[in-house]
């Protein structure tokens, strides 16, 4: 390593281009720039992408995981369940709405939560389960779906949409999975509800931005579903502003005291080129994860399975553990990977080590899968900027730090 060039590596940085930026500034010209036609145009374009009939788009993921549930009806005196490996917006958004949160562990040596221990925690307070698709990998929903049904005895509906399922509704926390496959099906056709994220991290950005899209084959109306997120999503106006510029037709009305979550179409501008260059983007994203695991499986490093039989993930984060790490080795290397000018994350610290869950009496204990899959799991820089040399930078630094502890470990 001190042979080789300090380089600067940043993490995830947004792939913009000069058309993104040509799309902005008419959409600024346009007059145009709160919620408006590319926003609706962008909706479009993504449920024809997904292979549904509708999408919405939000101003983050958070708020379509958040809007859905609202939507459902769930609330106080209401479970959801949801993994205890995961980021908190996908736990977040069942406290916002006064429902009470469920975690589960981690299988033994998996990111996915222990589909085994999932039906035991559905009880008749159950109203949904939020599966988290970590890293761009579509979890098992095959499982998921044979859980439910298990317990569909159990359920007790509190609202004519949760009545429609006659069951606990499933919901993908897919901020990471836009773009993935599973059997033949995109990501969005397999859950009951599919929440994406467009953050500036994401495969596809607007900066700030999300949505949502549901299944098609549960005989959902799906204008009457759209309307309700529109509502939900705009202070419960019975118009939005674009519908209140056409002549005449100024008033509205106020049909339920909602929130503000909408996206703007200086979003959806971005998320529009975006999309027209996302196929490209998961193929570039696939080469780089390659590169990354034949380096890395060489030398006996363990990182996610992106792409096998049956499935194609979207490539979303790099999550590699390295066997025989403590935490305290771990975050070593993180430190010794910053010197060399490589940024590196963690994804995740699991949600009963945060103040805020173990304040809801949630203890790490509980949650000892989960906790060995944190310790030793080093997230390393994955983005379509990424050059092919960086890529052999970052494995060379990685390698001979991993190397290297292996063999002061047996002097």
Known sequence: MESQLKRNIPFSPPDITDEEIVEIVDTLKSGWITTGPKTKEFERRIAHYVGVNKAVCLNSATAAMEMTLRILGVGPGDEVITSAYT??????VIHHVGAKIVLVDTQKDSFEMDYSQLASKITEN?????????????????????????????????????????????????????????????????????CYSFHAVKNLTTAEGGA?????????????????????SLHGQSKDALAKTQVGAWEYDILLPAY?????????????????RYDQILERRKQ?????????????????????????????????????????????LIIKMAEAG??????????????????????????????????????????????DEEVAYVVSVLSEQVVERVEESNV
């Open 87 to 92: 980021y908190t917006a996908s736990a977040s």
């Open 126 to 194: 159950t109203k949904a389960i939020i599966a988290v698709d970590l890293a761009g990998k579509i979890c098992n929903y095959d499982a998921i779906y044979e859980a439910v049904e298990l317990k569909k005895n159990l359920f007790k509906s509190d609202s004519e949409l949760q009545e429609t399922y006659g069951r606990v509704v499933v919901m993908s926390d897919a901020a990471h999975a836009f773009g993935a496959t599973q059997h033949d099906k995109q990501c969005g056709q397999i859950a009951d509800f599919t």
């Open 212 to 232: 949502v899209v549901w299944k098609n084959d549960n005989q959902l109306d799906d204008e009457w579903l759209y309307k309700q997120y529109m509502l939900y």
């Open 260 to 276: 503000k979550c909408n996206m703007t179409d200086i979003m959806a501008s971005i998320g529009l080129v975006q999309l027209k």
């Open 288 to 332: 780089l994860i390659e590169m990354y695991d034949e380096a890395f499986l060489k030398i006996g490093l363990e990182p996610l399975n992106h792409y096998g039989e049956g499935f194609n993930s979207s490539g979303h984060l790099y999550l590699l553990r390295i066997p025989g790490y403590s935490e305290q080795q771990r975050n070593e």
């Open 342 to 387: 490589i940024s590196t994350n963690v994804h995740y610290k699991p949600l009963p080590m945060m103040t805020a869950y173990q304040n809801q009496g949630f203890k790490i204990e509980d949650y000892p899968n989960a906790y060995s899959m944190y310790v030793n799991e080093i997230t390393l820089p994955l983005h379509t900027l990424l050059k």
